[in-house]
């Protein structure tokens, strides 16, 4: 099981380490603001009948980043993020993190509730990054 982390310890993992941040959000959860500098790869697409899993979600993964990549994940609460670095884990991936409380916040280990990324004051954006965007990480490597 992959570790979590809190959004603070995310961000010193990617400023001192080296990891990127997957947002496993929806593409209009994560249009609508984002970590500065995060990929979006949604684990679950959102449509007219609510949430539905992305097929494609290990495909993306693997042509966007290697086995070995140092990855942090991370949702809007942390429910989907863990999923996915489950997921990962089983693909093979070995260095991942789950970012407990995702983008906007939820439960702490002891069950409070945890202020995310965006309410904890880290950067936030709106326009991804020239190739962090779900679009160009699906048709890359095609």
Same mark, same amino acid.
């Not at 249009?31 to 979006?40: I, K, Q």
């Not at 494609?56 to 993306?60: M, S």
């Not at 004051?121 to 709106?126: D, I, M, N, S, Y």
């Given at each position: 099981m992959s570790k979590r982390i809190s959004p603070q310890e995310a961000r010193e993992?990617?400023?001192?380490?080296?990891? &990127?941040?997957?947002?496993v959000r929806s593409i209009s959860e994560s249009? #609508?603001?984002?970590? %500065?500098?995060?990929?979006?790869v949604p684990l679950m697409h959102m449509g007219p009948a609510g949430m539905t899993p992305n097929p494609?979600?290990?495909?993306?993964m693997r042509r966007a980043f290697p086995a070995d990549a140092k990855l942090? &994940?991370?949702?809007?609460?942390?429910?989907?993020?863990?999923?996915? #670095?489950?997921?990962? %884990?089983?693909a093979?991936?070995?260095?991942v993190v789950d970012q407990r409380a995702g983008f906007e916040g939820g439960p702490d280990p002891s069950g409070?509730?945890?202020?995310?990324?965006?309410p904890a004051?880290?950067?936030?954006?709106?326009q991804a990054a020239a190739g962090h965007d779900y679009e160009a990480l699906r048709t890359r490597g095609r």
């Open positions: 993992l990617m400023d001192k380490e080296g990891y &990127v941040y997957v947002d249009v #609508a603001g984002h970590p %500065e500098g995060a990929y979006n494609e979600f290990l495909d993306v942090v &994940v991370a949702c809007k609460a942390g429910g989907r993020s863990a999923r996915a #670095a489950s997921l990962l %884990e089983s093979g991936y070995t260095n409070r509730m945890e202020p995310g990324w965006r004051g880290l950067p936030v954006a709106r």
